[in-house]
């Protein structure tokens, strides 16, 4: 079992930046697919962002060049920097691990979930 805490959420105006942290327990996360994922009001959850093996990442074309994200597999941990924040950006992000081969952008395909942490972009 594989629990997931997310925490960096926050209140930020836009232009902004937030930092959200996943830090993980139970498992390895070394050789997972860790996605970041949001989901807005009235909205189905979209990937926000992967990082898998080797390090290779992923992002939606909507936070490519403002968003970054990395892991620090000595500490467990997955990061998204994000910079340049939008009020469209408004949206809780959840962090989630796939354990196996493939990468996939479906949510149904990831094991693990955190709860999710609220970021809101204020114009």
């Known amino acids: 079992q594989v629990q997931l805490v997310e925490s960096g959420g926050g209140l930020v105006q836009a232009g902004g930046s937030l930092r959200l942290s996943c830090a993980a327990s139970?498992?390895?996360?070394?050789?997972?697919?860790m996605g970041w994922f949001r989901q807005a009001p009235g909205k189905e959850r979209e990937l926000v962002s992967t990082?898998?093996?080797?390090?290779?990442?992923y992002y939606a074309d909507s936070v490519k060049g403002r968003f970054t994200i990395s892991r620090d597999n000595a500490k467990n941990t997955v990061y998204l920097q994000m910079n340049s924040l939008k009020p469209e950006d408004t949206a809780v992000y959840y962090c989630a691990a796939r354990y196996g081969s493939t990468w996939s952008r479906d949510p149904v395909s990831y094991d693990y979930w955190g709860q999710g942490t609220q970021v809101t972009v204020s114009s």
């Open positions: 990082i898998r093996l080797h390090s290779i990442t």
């Open positions: 139970g498992r390895t996360i070394s050789s997972a697919v």
